[in-house]
């Protein structure tokens, strides 16, 4: 008995001194645990770089205080819950505050504040809830204003994917808040910004019509418009290039700086039209459907994709308008369906396009991954179940949609409309060129690692311009149906992976499991 009380004593003491031993290493070192089975609390080691290089003072309000449902309380949570753990990792650089911008009950007051925040980047969202039996609706602001040294950037904290329950997609943007808010940190803080090249000289889209994508990125980036027959060497200059919507032949000599720029590391973004059409001649008889001639498809090829001369038509799509009759001597117009104006729903789990909201195109072919030995590649965006393919040439007519489509002819598989390339590429130019050009050019068969991203619609990057060609309609917005999509995340997100040694854009793979008690 005895020698159980002291073999009892000896283990109080034991574990007295283990707590003793403990709390002072813990006072000497730093370290933080997350037990959730996701790791929801933890944030990634890229964004502790990004905090740790703050040396100012970085202020956030967030606008959502007040009378919240319970799913956008969650949000709330998961919001200051990330701030808090933003302060741990930046020396309490990070400063926040939750406003209700629905506080002011003055109605003109209120006003001002709403059309102060829609100035500043903030646009409102329909909020529909019972209180007591009744349906009711307001407005709320689910998002944030970050100030650092006298800028200041908009953040949308409420994105989820296209289709998804309003639960779902409170959950998609609770899984979100770490990268929306250290993305725009970044955007603010970054002094050894990106160089972005946007490649002209060969009809791509015009200054206006990539008004809104140049402006979003110059946040972030140097961005500049590059013409190949002026630039020796792009890896030089440029971090990434874009290409966008090009309609004329690249030459031999084109095509070898781009190959050098991908083998050398440089990173690309195509966004190519292998069938064009003419949107100004729909409705006329004259009006086809027209394969391309570029002069990229072996470069593609050795990347490991290839763009069919085809085009999608997909029964989830956008509409026109057009005349359906008439009321007397008036014509009756309404929206039709408009199944080449494919709308994207269908996204794989890359972090690039997770929960990803719809996306938006013109026009759009379909795309082949091929063999490439050593190249990794990974769909990101689909077509819905619900397709029929056409291979130009062939006839554009308007009258199509107002003819009922046969089921039948709409029942492909999902197909591949954007895809992810990355390895070690090899030059398409190898045994082809003399030693001489070969010693001007610093010419290299293989070399480092690098990503391209392959679309099959100029579009997606193009923003609408008005008529008389002085205003332009954001990325993404139809000014048909009146409705705006992703098209501007779509591409942001793209330049974000392919600019970003960090790898921010990997935050976005955060998985939240929703459980009954989260709600």
Same mark, same amino acid.
């Given at each position: 008995?005895?020698?159980?009380?002291?073999?009892?004593?000896?283990?109080?003491?034991?574990?007295?001194?283990?707590?003793?031993?403990?709390?002072?290493?813990?006072?000497?070192?730093?370290?933080?645990?997350?037990?959730?089975?996701?790791?929801?609390?933890?944030?990634?080691?890229?964004?502790?770089?990004?905090?740790?290089?703050?040396?100012?003072?970085?202020?956030?309000?967030?606008?959502?205080?007040?009378?919240?449902?319970?799913?956008?309380?969650?949000?709330?949570?998961?919001?200051?819950?990330?701030?808090?753990?933003?302060?741990?990792?930046?020396?309490?650089?990070?400063?926040?505050?939750?406003?209700?911008?629905?506080?002011?009950?003055?109605?003109?007051?209120?006003?001002?504040?709403?059309?102060?925040?829609?100035?500043?980047?903030?646009?409102?969202?329909?909020?529909?809830?019972?209180?007591?039996?009744?349906?009711?609706?307001?407005?709320?602001?689910?998002?944030?204003?970050?100030?650092?040294?006298?800028?200041?950037?908009?953040?949308?904290?409420?994105?989820?994917?296209?289709?998804?329950?309003?639960?779902?997609?409170?959950?998609?943007?609770?899984?979100?808040?770490?990268?929306?808010?250290?993305?725009?940190?970044?955007?603010?803080?970054?002094?050894?910004?990106?160089?972005?090249?946007?490649?002209?000289?060969?009809?791509?889209?015009?200054?206006?019509?990539?008004?809104?994508?140049?402006?979003?990125?110059?946040?972030?980036?140097?961005?500049?418009?590059?013409?190949?027959?002026?630039?020796?060497?792009?890896?030089?200059?440029?971090? *990434?290039? %874009?290409?966008?919507? $090009?309609?004329?032949?690249?030459?031999? +000599?084109? /095509?070898?700086?781009? !190959?050098?720029?991908?083998?050398?590391?440089?990173?690309?973004?195509?966004?190519?039209?292998?069938?064009?059409?003419?949107?100004?001649?729909?409705?006329?008889?004259?009006?086809?459907?027209?394969?391309?001639?570029?002069?990229?498809?072996?470069?593609?090829?050795?990347?490991?994709?290839?763009?069919?001369?085809?085009?999608?038509?997909?029964?989830?799509?956008?509409?026109?308008?057009?005349?359906?009759?008439?009321?007397?001597?008036?014509?009756?117009?309404?929206?039709?369906?408009?199944?080449?104006?494919?709308?994207?729903?269908?996204?794989?789990?890359?972090?690039?396009?997770?929960?990803?909201?719809?996306?938006?195109?013109?026009?759009?072919?379909?795309?082949?991954?091929?063999?490439?030995?050593?190249?990794?590649?990974?769909?990101?965006?689909?077509?819905?179940?619900? *397709?029929? %393919?056409?291979?130009? $040439?062939?006839?554009?007519?308007?009258? +199509?949609? /107002?003819?009922?489509? !046969?089921?039948?002819?709409?029942?492909?598989?999902?197909?591949?409309?954007?895809?992810?390339?990355?390895?070690?590429?090899?030059?398409?130019?190898?045994?082809?060129?003399?030693?001489?050009?070969?010693?001007?050019?610093?010419?290299?068969?293989?070399?480092?690692?690098?990503?391209?991203?392959?679309?099959?619609?100029?579009?997606?990057?193009?923003?609408?311009?008005?008529?008389?060609?002085?205003?332009?309609?954001?990325?993404?917005?139809?000014?048909?149906?009146?409705?705006?999509?992703?098209?501007?995340?779509?591409?942001?997100?793209?330049?974000?992976?392919?600019?970003?040694?960090?790898?921010?854009?990997?935050?976005?793979?955060?998985?939240?499991?929703?459980?009954?008690?989260?709600?």
């Amino acid at each position: 008995m005895q020698l159980n009380r002291k073999y009892g004593f000896l283990n109080f003491l034991l574990v007295l001194l283990c707590l003793f031993f403990f709390n002072v290493i813990a006072s000497q070192y730093f370290f933080r645990l997350d037990l959730t089975e996701e790791k929801r609390y933890a944030i990634s080691d890229n964004s502790k770089i990004i905090l740790q290089n703050v040396d100012d003072v970085v202020f956030v309000e967030i606008f959502l205080e007040g009378d919240l449902p319970p799913g956008f309380k969650r949000l709330q949570r998961s919001i200051r819950e990330t701030l808090d753990e933003f302060r741990v990792y930046s020396g309490a650089n990070i400063q926040y505050k939750f406003t209700d911008p629905l506080a002011e009950k003055d109605e003109r007051q209120k006003a001002k504040v709403f059309m102060d925040l829609a100035e500043r980047g903030l646009q409102p969202t329909n909020l529909f809830a019972n209180e007591n039996g009744k349906q009711t609706e307001k407005l709320i602001f689910p998002g944030a204003i970050i100030s650092y040294k006298g800028r200041e950037v908009p953040v949308l904290l409420l994105k989820g994917a296209a289709g998804a329950a309003p639960g779902e997609v409170l959950n998609q943007s609770v899984e979100g808040v770490e990268f929306e808010l250290i993305s725009a940190m970044k955007k603010l803080s970054d002094v050894n910004r990106k160089r972005i090249g946007i490649l002209e000289g060969h009809g791509e889209l015009s200054n206006m019509e990539l008004d809104d994508i140049y402006r979003t990125l110059k946040e972030s980036y140097l961005v500049d418009r590059v013409n190949l027959s002026v630039i020796k060497n792009l890896y030089e200059y440029f971090d *990434v290039l %874009v290409i966008a919507k $090009p309609v004329k032949y690249f030459s031999e +000599e084109d /095509k070898l700086k781009i !190959d050098q720029f991908i083998v050398k590391g440089g990173r690309v973004l195509f966004l190519l039209d292998k069938v064009q059409v003419d949107e100004k001649k729909l409705g006329t008889k004259e009006n086809l459907a027209v394969a391309t001639e570029l002069n990229l498809d072996d470069l593609l090829f050795r990347l490991g994709a290839r763009i069919n001369n085809t085009l999608i038509q997909d029964m989830q799509s956008g509409a026109l308008p057009m005349v359906v009759g008439m009321m007397g001597d008036k014509p009756q117009t309404q929206l039709v369906p408009w199944r080449y104006f494919v709308v994207h729903t269908a996204f794989s789990k890359h972090p690039v396009v997770r929960n990803m909201s719809a996306v938006y195109a013109h026009f759009i072919s379909s795309i082949d991954t091929v063999k490439s030995k050593g190249i990794t590649k990974t769909p990101l965006m689909f077509t819905s179940r619900y *397709v029929k %393919v056409m291979t130009a $040439p062939f006839p554009v007519e308007l009258n +199509e949609a /107002k003819k009922q489509p !046969d089921p039948n002819e709409f029942n492909r598989s999902p197909i591949i409309t954007g895809v992810l390339l990355e390895g070690v590429f090899r030059s398409i130019y190898t045994n082809r060129l003399t030693e001489e050009k070969m010693d001007s050019i610093q010419f290299k068969s293989s070399g480092l690692p690098s990503k391209v991203i392959v679309f099959s619609d100029g579009d997606l990057i193009r923003n609408d311009v008005s008529p008389e060609g002085n205003q332009t309609y954001p990325l993404g917005f139809d000014k048909y149906m009146r409705k705006k999509f992703a098209n501007k995340d779509l591409i942001e997100n793209c330049i974000t992976f392919l600019a970003d040694e960090n790898g921010i854009i990997n935050t976005r793979s955060k998985e939240i499991k929703l459980r009954p008690l989260d709600k």
